[in-house]
């Protein structure tokens, strides 16, 4: 039933109609409650499209005057209600004319929605920043169980390792992207080599209120790196509450909670993490023990009215030891079918413990103006010990259909020994001090910031490996054993770095079409290379007063990224002090387009960009370990498109499709090669743009949420990802010789089926044992649903002819997991 269909009461006290109409105001009050008759408390009634409302309070009442108007609408709204409207029109002769008004009634709840982006959000939707729910995390299925989960489904985004948290943003690598946790940078271990290693990300999903994600044209406001910034806030509590979550791949709880007075507030989360699960299903088989922790938490308290001091730590340990023993992969053509034997002896032992601390006051002394002061420290522990010997068989296998041996061994082809040693110690050392400040009036924002951060990194690498190839030691010579490969660093490095921002965001109307300016400006000092970068930005987006609701962006500016300490090192281990700032400039034209289709929201998203790329210091990837060439030989660009529409593809929940086309490609300066023809003449080739390391052409992202109709209790929520090929090259060669794509894309499905235990709100009673449960729901989560190998990098070997083959080392294929969830 309606609303208008409950009891309006009209109580009127006149005498004359003359003194009806001088009235100068209409009381209206009332009581909203539910449907089972409990109050609603911040329900929402306003007089549409007038300045004129109230909000319930916590027994459901609320009183408000309007001025003695002829015709009005009253609007009730409530998040997880829905909306009710009531027209009154006192110029009609049959209604009784009234000085005060009544309205009692009640709101049906509505589904509850779980959505992406906040469609009505014009604030970020005036910027290059997008709004993502955090509560995605609960039901996405994924097997790191990690927030960038999320975002490797976004627009730009592109990821071909479901065990790394690490990404690509539109040309990228992993080392250009920003990520901040309440203002504080985020740093992760430098060693990581592979995705098995990687464990726990550095945000709790438990812990966070909001996710703001920008992939190129972002503001001045955020640091200096070249393509994306990550920015999360942790929750402030107002109550106490809590989470906890067990699955086979490990669990984690979390609690918040406040003081009676509310000055103080606390929450605090833990997670514990194991994937020897689904590294059990890789072609290398052996012991797997990965075990992963992590602790944090944010704590604030309200010094007075106008300051805050707020504290966030975190301590993570991540253990990997491997025992490999043996692995077994079949590659090939139709035509030449081989099977690749290993046999294991030694084992890798690593350790990953990491510390992050930060202090923050925050003074507020009126409304406009905002000044916060931080101090925070980041210390990383790392070793990574290994010694491995692993011998080959190479056989061709029987591929005649009719042939009872086909699939057997017919030949060898090939027989070597690898051996991998490495003893890496490193401990690196980040302090900061930070200012940054706002200003705002009614349209306009002046915000700044002064950072100084000192670093301190003492490395001790160490490693080496051995390839013999049918009792010959490669690269072959006659007189001495060579290593294949050898890299030897020691190095202590101490730096000092300043930065700077300025920026001012302002709005204004022309013929009312609203526009929102922002120019800003960064520089960066670094004593280690004795450089100063300047790095102005602009954006500017402007809504049209169209009947279609449409917003246009536009940005440009220099992204420079100072070299950290993996860009100083080259592949030899020499620590180069010359090395010179990255430098992109970026040029983004976006608009996004809200509109409904079968009476629901939905968003659709378009940016185009273009990246010009200076200075680029090349590298090589393997898995998920990035290696610098150590100086600035390259130039590039990126280019591409990114589409994404998000929306109620089913009445209730929000899903999402992102499509991005893009192609990076670098010109190294001093890359070249000559060639000789039959006479003797040699010409030099200078081979040009090559693509670079992350040019993944196209990738495409889907996450798409449905219910059991009748009983949406039971629901679906399906993850897909799609990375075309990326380049490589031969193991040890010239950087333009990396040409070549990897035998086959990245394509993953992940889905995950969930039963509502107990939804919020539900009554339990007294003696039920989850009573103390808001809410309670199991999930069975079914990863590689689709079973594909996506292969990760290469493992080369040669035959008897000397004939190298680079075999697939395949990803994680299809495992069940089961996960218990439940808020309190």
Avoid at 24 to 47: A, C, M, Q, W, Y
């Amino acid at each position: 039933m309606g609303l208008r269909h409950y009891i309006i009461t009209i109580i009127f006290l006149v005498f004359f109609n003359n003194f009806l109409f001088s009235q100068d105001e209409i009381r209206i009050f009332g009581k909203i409650t539910d449907t089972k008759k409990n109050p609603i408390e911040l329900v929402n009634i306003s007089i549409k499209n007038q300045p004129y409302g109230a909000v319930t309070d916590s027994k459901g009442n609320y009183e408000f005057f309007i001025p003695n108007i002829k015709q009005f609408v009253v609007v009730f709204s409530c998040i997880g209600y829905q909306s009710k409207e009531l027209n009154f029109d006192r110029t009609n002769k049959n209604i009784i004319h009234f000085s005060y008004l009544e309205l009692n009634g009640k709101l049906e709840p509505s589904l509850k929605k779980i959505e992406q982006v906040d469609i009505t959000d014009q604030q970020y939707r005036k910027t290059n920043l997008v709004r993502i729910n955090p509560k995605i995390m609960d039901v996405i299925p994924d097997v790191s169980g990690n927030i960038e989960a999320i975002i490797k489904t976004l627009p730009g985004v592109s990821s071909n390792n479901e065990l790394s948290s690490q990404y690509s943003v539109r040309g990228g690598n992993f080392d250009e992207n920003l990520v901040y946790v309440n203002d504080i940078e985020v740093y992760r271990p430098l060693l990581i080599r592979s995705g098995q290693q990687e464990g726990l990300s550095f945000v709790n999903s438990d812990l966070v209120s909001s996710i703001l994600f920008s992939a190129g044209g972002f503001d001045a406001k955020y640091g200096d790196k070249m393509s994306s910034v990550l920015d999360i806030k942790y929750k402030k509590p107002t109550k106490f509450g809590g989470s906890v979550t067990t699955s086979l791949l490990g669990a984690s709880a979390h609690v918040e909670g406040t003081s009676k007075n509310l000055r103080f507030t606390h929450i605090s989360g833990v997670r514990y993490k194991t994937s020897r699960y689904l590294l059990n299903s890789l072609d290398t088989k052996g012991e797997y023990s990965p075990d992963f922790f992590d602790f944090q938490t944010y704590l604030t308290y309200d010094v007075t009215d106008n300051f805050e001091l707020s504290f966030l730590g975190n301590l993570s340990q991540n253990k990997y030891k491997f025992i490999p023993t043996d692995r077994k992969t079949v590659f090939g053509t139709v035509n030449e079918v081989i099977q690749l034997n290993m046999f294991f002896d030694g084992q890798e032992v690593d350790n990953f413990s990491t510390f992050t601390g930060a202090l923050a006051g925050t003074y507020k002394p009126n409304n406009n103006l905002k000044l916060k002061f931080i101090s925070s420290l980041y210390n990383s522990l790392e070793n990574e010990t290994y010694d491995i010997q692993s011998q080959y068989l190479l056989n061709e296998l029987d591929r005649d259909i009719g042939s009872s041996t086909m699939g057997d061994s017919i030949a060898n082809i090939g027989i070597g020994t690898f051996l991998n040693h490495a003893r890496n110690y490193l401990n690196a050392n980040v302090y900061n001090i930070y200012h940054k400040g706002e200003y705002n009036t009614d349209k306009n924002e002046l915000s700044w910031g002064l950072k100084y951060q000192h670093e301190i990194i003492d490395d001790n690498i160490n490693e080496w490996e051995m390839h013999d190839s049918a009792g010959y030691s490669l690269p072959y010579n006659d007189s001495t054993v060579n290593l294949f490969y050898v890299l030897n660093s020691n190095h202590n490095i101490s730096s000092n770095r300043i930065s700077s921002y300025i920026q001012n965001s302002h709005e204004f109307n022309v013929n009312s079409t609203e526009f929102n300016f922002t120019l800003g400006f960064r520089v960066n000092y670094c004593d280690f290379n004795k450089q100063y970068v300047f790095s102005p930005r602009t954006s500017l987006s402007f809504k049209p007063n169209w009947k279609n609701d449409v917003m246009f962006r536009f940005a440009l500016g220099y992204y420079n990224q100072p070299p950290f300490y993996k860009e100083l090192r080259d592949l030899q281990g020499h620590i180069n002090k010359n090395i010179k700032a990255q430098k992109s400039f970026h040029i983004v034209l976006g608009s996004d387009y809200n509109f409904t289709a079968w009476n629901r929201p939905f968003k659709y998203t378009t940016e185009v960009y273009y990246k010009y790329l200076s200075d680029l210091i090349p590298y090589n990837i393997d898995n998920v370990r990035v290696r610098y060439f150590g100086k600035n030989n390259a130039k590039g660009y990126a280019m591409g498109i990114d589409m994404k529409v998000n929306g109620e593809f089913v009445k209730g929940v929000d899903s999402w499709f992102s499509l991005s086309l893009m192609q990076t490609e670098e010109d190294l300066n001093d890359d070249f090669y000559f060639v000789t023809d039959s006479l003797g003449n040699s010409t030099r080739v200078e081979p040009g743009y090559i693509p670079r390391p992350s040019d993944q052409r196209i990738n495409v992202g889907l996450f798409f949420q449905d219910y059991l109709p009748g009983n949406p209790s039971y629901k679906m929520h399906l993850n897909l990802l799609y990375g075309s090929k990326l380049p490589f090259g031969p193991p040890n060669s010239e950087r333009y010789l990396a040409t070549n794509r990897m035998p086959t894309a990245y394509r993953r499905v992940d889905i995950g089926f969930s039963k509502v235990i107990i939804k919020e709100g539900q009554q339990i009673p007294v003696r039920n044992p989850l009573r103390f449960f808001k809410s309670l729901w199991i999930s069975a989560e079914i990863f590689n649903l689709l079973k594909i190998e996506n292969a990760i990098s290469l493992t080369w070997v040669s035959d008897i002819r000397n004939h190298q083959y680079g075999i697939p080392n395949y990803l994680t294929s299809r495992r069940i997991n089961i996960k218990l969830n439940g808020k309190f």
